[in-house]
């Protein structure tokens, strides 16, 4: 999974796009829609990238369960 920090509204973590289905199982989309998910891309010094979705823990812990 990805990295996990606390801001004032709560705990975030980290998830790849790619995986973000498996980990949460809600698709990219839907996660977008949701209040407080950002896409965060991160651009490498060869110009590819990766993007990763900053979810609320709770989605995460909820699919767990």
């Known amino acids: 999974m990805g990295a ?5 509204k709560g705990l ?3 998830v790849p796009l790619a995986d973000a289905e498996r980990v ?4 990219a ?3 977008r829609a949701l209040h407080g998910v950002q896409v ?3 651009i490498y010094a060869d110009g590819s990238r990766e993007e990763s979705l900053r979810v ?3 989605l995460i812990l ?3 369960s």
């Open 4 to 8: 996990a920090w606390r801001s004032k």
């Open 12 to 14: 975030f973590t980290l």
């Open 40 to 42: 965060v891309t991160r």
């Open 29 to 31: 989309e839907e996660l």
């Open 62 to 64: 909820e699919h767990e």
């Open 56 to 58: 609320p823990t709770e």
């Open 24 to 27: 949460t199982g809600h698709s």
